[in-house]
């Protein structure tokens, strides 16, 4: 991943007023943009820059004046929120900057200017290029003892050589669901493994309802990541060399042209993957999509409708996928240590706002391991499995260092395999080349 364009609007045709389930719309397979990509002067901000970042501001005394900015949440409540809880901080002044548009595209240029926020947002935590580029701080000294309660696979995503850049605010995550009727009336149970997934699938297909769901593009955008997973295999792997040369990768994803070619897949349907609306009509009797989609379901399928991590492939573990946005403080800003503080007693601190912001705004899960348990929409049903998927399964969508060139070869490669039928294991060496060249850019 990390964020682009919210690709979900090119993949999901989604509308433009932005959800954090377009953190997770926007998978290895999308192409990123550059993390030096130029875009116009307007910074968006309400207040004239002030040097060195932060705004001009007034008022507040002998209080710093910060300014923290968010992407366009499409959830009602989400931005009245973000400004109480900026209003309600006792040790600073906080101007909330709410960005329409493509968000990351103006991040990644305005963290070039002196006009940057002090704190900001971003999918999964900042690029490498803004790590290495000295644009965001070190955090690691935010969190104290309370590191450990974060989730582990999202948090890691967003520490580089033991440093924390980002401190995690929410998580979104896929998995599968499935309606138990379906199931029941077939024959066949859940399905426990890829190959399971594929037998299931062909078994529930039958006149207008296709056995499972997994996106109009079959796949290519959001499964990729998954399969190198139930392999025991990622992007890059523990040294951050090249992570999926071995031939089960080659394997995995020839199962997925196999699945393709099932005649089992649900593939044009009106509403994307991100959204219940193939599953709760009865187009499917599986989609794989995000956790916000379950009060939908629970409202069109009461109790008719169980979850699961994607399946297992030999040698390895099921799996889902998650993604947090990630609160960054502009290293360059003259105000660093206030946007620490800041950052800190509301993301470390405050856990009831923590989990106010998971909750009370679509559906979501804590970033905090301890919150889980207080979230009483995640207390029973299909929501608490799913919350505990994320816990026992959860995997960061990619590696810090899978750049945007990555992700375009890896999308490119899907493509080939998946609806060509080219072969996994000549794609995956070009893929290979590409991302043998960043790594050394990176190290260089």
């Known amino acids: 991943m990390t964020s682009l364009k919210r690709a979900a ?24 943009m550059g993390a030096l990509a130029a875009c ?13 970042g932060g705004t001009s501001g007034s008022g507040g005394g002998s209080k710093p004046t910060l300014n923290q900015w968010y992407h366009q949440y499409g959830e009602a409540g989400t931005q009245q929120a973000a400004q109480k809880n900026a209003a309600d901080y006792p040790d600073a002044t906080v101007t909330v900057t709410w960005k ?36 965001v701080a070190d955090l690691t000294d935010l969190l104290g003892e309370a590191k450990s309660d974060f989730n582990a696979s999202v948090l890691s995503r967003m520490t580089y050589q033991d440093k924390v850049y980002a401190i995690p605010q929410v998580i979104d995550m896929q998995l599968l669901v499935y309606r138990k009727s379906m199931l029941s009336a077939a024959g066949v149970a859940p399905p426990a493994s890829v190959d399971e997934l594929i037998a299931v699938a062909k078994k529930l297909t039958s006149g207008s309802v296709k056995g499972l769901f997994v996106g109009n593009d079959g796949g290519v955008s959001i499964l990729g990541g998954p399969m190198l997973w139930v392999n025991g295999l990622d992007y890059l792997s523990a040294d951050n060399t090249f992570g999926f040369g071995d031939l089960k990768a080659a394997a995995a994803f020839a199962k997925l042209r196999e699945l393709f070619q099932s005649g089992s897949l649900l593939l044009g349907a009106p ?8 599953f709760t009509q009865g187009l499917t009797a599986m989609q794989f999509t995000g956790l916000w989609t379950l009060p939908a379901i629970e409202k069109a399928l009461p109790g008719d409708y169980g979850v699961l991590p994607w399946p297992a492939m030999s040698g390895g573990e099921p799996e889902v996928p998650i993604g947090a946005y990630g609160s960054c403080v502009f290293a360059k800003g003259r105000n660093v240590e206030a946007a620490k ?9 405050q856990t009831d706002r923590q989990l106010d912001w998971a909750q009370s705004y679509g559906f979501h899960i804590p970033a905090r391991t301890s919150l889980i348990a207080k979230a009483t929409k995640l207390s029973s049903g299909p929501a608490a499995q799913a919350a505990k998927f994320a816990t026992d399964y959860g995997h960061a969508q990619t590696p810090l260092l899978w750049t945007p060139k990555c992700s375009s070869a890896f999308g490119d490669m899907m493509t080939r395999i998946i609806k060509e039928g080219a072969d996994p294991a000549a794609e995956i060496t070009k893929v290979k080349t590409v991302v043998d060249a960043e790594l050394a850019r990176i190290a260089g």
Not at 40 to 52: E, F, I, K, L, M
Not at 341 to 349: E, H, I, R, S, T
């Open 40 to 52: 116009g002067s307007n910074t968006g901000r309400d207040q004239t820059p002030a040097a060195g």
């Open 271 to 278: 509403k994307d993957w991100s959204e219940p609306d193939a």
């Open 341 to 349: 503080a800041f950052v800190k007693w509301l993301w470390v601190d």
């Open 9 to 32: 609007r090119k993949i999901t045709g989604s509308n433009p007023a932005l959800t954090r389930r377009t953190l997770l719309s926007l998978g290895a397979g999308v192409t990123a």
């Open 100 to 135: 329409p548009g493509d968000y990351d595209q103006s991040m990644v240029a305005t963290l070039l200017t002196d006009g940057a926020p002090d704190v900001f947002e971003y999918g999964n935590g900042p690029t490498i290029d803004m790590i290495k580029g000295g644009q």
